[in-house]
């Protein structure tokens, strides 16, 4: 599933990547949860799936447009999986 990348999902990316999944978790309310559920939980998975079984779609060259590395990646893969969303 392919879709171009909003502001909004590459700002939950980079807050992932660089913050503490205790501290997001106690100031996250249900909407939050949600939205990291489906919009970027969706991104994260199909980033993981291209980057472990060369699925062959194009998120890795879509988050490097936004500043995203692959190092971002993998903190915000970590910092989602420990807020429980299911990654793999």
């Known amino acids: 599933m392919m879709f171009d990348l909003s502001l909004e999902d590459v700002e939950f990316i980079k807050i992932l990547a660089t913050s503490d999944s205790t501290i997001l978790q106690a100031g996250m309310n249900d909407a939050t949860k949600q939205r990291?559920?489906?919009?970027?939980?969706?991104?994260?998975?199909?980033?993981?799936?291209?980057?472990?079984?060369?699925?062959?779609?194009?998120?890795?060259?879509?988050?490097?447009?936004?500043?995203?590395?692959?190092?971002?990646?993998?903190?915000?893969?970590?910092?989602?999986?420990?807020?429980?969303?299911?990654i793999s």
């Open 36 to 86: 990291l559920d489906d919009r970027v939980g969706t991104i994260l998975r199909e980033y993981y799936k291209e980057n472990t079984r060369n699925t062959g779609t194009q998120w890795t060259e879509q988050l490097m447009k936004f500043g995203i590395t692959e190092d971002d990646g993998k903190a915000a893969i970590a910092c989602a999986r420990r807020l429980g969303i299911d």
